[in-house]
């Protein structure tokens, strides 16, 4: 069995993206490879903290974000099954 590589993922930051780039670092972990990979995440704070893997992962959401759509009423019949 071969090591895995371990990387570091960052994300958040100062900047008015922050949001974006917490839920971007949590599809890359969960794309990831992980019989390759070891992914340690990184999270730098709104203020410019930057916090240990264990703090960081307290931050990602958990999972994919739930979507929803209204639908039109003239699209109502195409949706019904």
Do not use: Q
Not at 22 to 27: E, G
Not at 38 to 44: F, G, H, L, T, Y
Request: hydrophobic share 40%.
């Amino acid at each position: 069995m071969s090591k895995r590589l371990r990387i570091g993922v960052i994300f958040g930051g100062r900047s008015g993206e922050h949001e974006v780039s917490v839920r971007s670092a949590r599809s890359v972990i969960e794309a990831i490879d992980k019989s390759k990979y070891e992914v340690v995440p990184i999270a730098i704070t709104k203020e410019g903290n930057w916090l240990a893997p264990a703090a960081a992962a307290e931050l990602l959401p958990e999972g994919r974000d739930a979507c929803s759509l209204p639908a039109r009423a003239a699209d109502r019949k195409k949706m019904s099954r």
